[in-house]
């Protein structure tokens, strides 16, 4: 899609400011095939051929105004990357920004034309479970982990994608599960997680994880500019590992606390307002949550150049 | 493999005669020259040795106990008349092994056998020699005992230190960066091997008769469950490791009341346990390898001691199911010894731990020394053309399997001659 038309791909991004966004802009700014990028978040960026649109996903009357700024010109691909990663400011907010700002992206880009939608997930809306298979592929149902609201709400937007590419079939979508995402500058739960100088863990259990570095997620992220595959992918690195290995490859100390006394820890952090950790989250931490990477592998071709391990490793810095 | 059963290594030669009858299956020596002689194999056939031949003094016990050896093994050639079910080929031909296995008693020879042992031993083993001969079998065994009893000890101190490293890598918190996608740690593997070593040729000395059933290419090895903690499953897998070492490296599959128990579920999953599901037990099939299925379950290892070795309730059939879908044979296994290892006395609540009851045994986690027979036995076959949806043919298979169980297991039940002694 992109080749042959040479240098005058028009491309889109929600959330510059986000997880991804922080991760692909400069990249996209260095791509010479962009004619043009439009950017649309709460924050201003800046950079040549960049323009950015202020925009409050937010607000109700948002999708008017995305449609606008997407239609000027026909967009080639549109990566809605506008997705919490930080510490959530209320549950009610995030709700609103995942789950409605999904909406409404959705909305405009079908109304605008636009051509490709690539949206970031994560393997977390599998679900921790006791029921799991080896490994989770794609068409694994999404079980999510119902005692926290950030993964339900992730559930949710996988599941307006689902609806979107079966109602929408004109427009393309890739949606990459990625495993959590590693790296030396990126900013997100399982990062901030495995910083900590004591991470806790759970005594007796040491579930099997797998993560991806950040330049592998870019790398893939990027790739859908040289012709954007439909689908869903599983991006994982190639190797899994205990938790306690990640914990000590990024360079901390795992802190194992017996189960029944990390709950009750904290749901008394909790409500005491002092964290804001669902304990439902622990499930990561007590059951293997371990997604098939064969389809990514097989269908895009993807070569993951860092493995979990390094991946962790790189956590350390 | 028969070269290594060869308990011929037993320097002294009256043992090794009596016993080799006993233990070395006739039908495993067809597969002598293919198994023997494939490269590395001949690692693990002296290591078995070693093991082999230190099997007939159990642990490290008072003289009394092995001098009873010599006239337990006898009753042992017995479970050659048990062709029950599955074995008779079992007991047909036992001598073939036996020529090259008892070296007799050229003072060099033996010293061969030895040399898995720790150094210490070697010498006493030299001194031990010239006497051996004039002296009569009952001092013969005692000598034996005190020549063992320095490397013994080592290996029951490198099996406490691997017990050590079992128990950090059980609470979650050792780590490992060598896992397949089923979690199993080879290093870990390779470090708590003195502790499998320990148990399985020492403290159980187990004795697997059968093992040349088991076809290359996967098949589903359906066992009774027993013993409060399963240690059937690691068990039988080191069985398979040890008499097959060509095959794939075979997995048993853990109930979730296992698999999720926190510290055992944990270990067990890097030292090869899958968690019992169809699709595993299918991805694993696929990849060639022995799958080890308890079909009893949670019921097989929480049923009280009264009721040992009955069997029960096959789950719903699953196992047959995965043999119609994926073609490939079931083999009956009988496990004895595994009931008396932990017997399961008395359950406590053990919600706060997260495990559906905390079992009672008599020295907690610790087993106690039963001797364990594995008996394995001819595949099933499965019927042509019958499918996973036929509920007969399903339910007869799993009678079929259950009943040559059952049979089996009497046959061992009935040739053993003690708990402790077998």
Redesign the interface.
Known sequence: MGQERGSSLRVAITGPTSEFGAVLLPKLLAEPRIEQLLTFGPRPVSGARLVHHRVDLTRWDVESELEGALSAAPVDVLYHLAFLHGRTRGAAFAHELEVIGTLHTLAAAVRAGVRHVVVPSTTAVYGAR??N???LGEDAPLHGCPGSRFVTDRVEVERQLMAFRRDHPGVGLTVFRFAPVLGPTVDNPATRYFRRPLVP??????P?WQAIHEEDARELLLRVLDGPVSGTFNVVGD???????I???AGTR?L?LP??LARATLRALNSAGITATPGALLDYL???W?ADGTRARTTLAFRPRFGT?EAAASVRS | MGSRRVLGNDPFQRGAAERTPATSPASDVPEQPSAASPRGTGASTERNAGSAAKRPTPSRRPAARPRKSPPRAEPSPAPGPVPASGAPAVAAAPPPPAPPAPPPLEPGAPTLTWTPAEAPPRELDRAAEGTEAAVTPATASLFEVLREAPGVLAEAWSALEAALRAIRAGLGTAGGEQLDVYGRDARLSEAVAPLLDFLYSRWFRVEVEGASHVPAGGALLVANHAGALPLDGPMLHEALRRERPELPEARWLAEDQVFYAPLLGTLFNRLGAVRASPDSATRLLAEGRPVLIFPEGIQGIGKPFRDRYRLQRFGRGGFVKLALRTRRPILPVAIMGAEETLPLLGKLPGGLLGVPYLPVTPLGPLPLPAKWRIRIGEPIAVPPGATETDLSVVESLVDATRNTIEHMLRALLGARGGVFLG
């Open positions: 006791a029921g298979p080896v490994l863990t759970l005594l007796g259990f040491d099997l190797d899994v590992l205990p938790l306690s290995s914990i000590r490859l795992p194992p189960p029944p007590h059951y293997s371990v391990r």
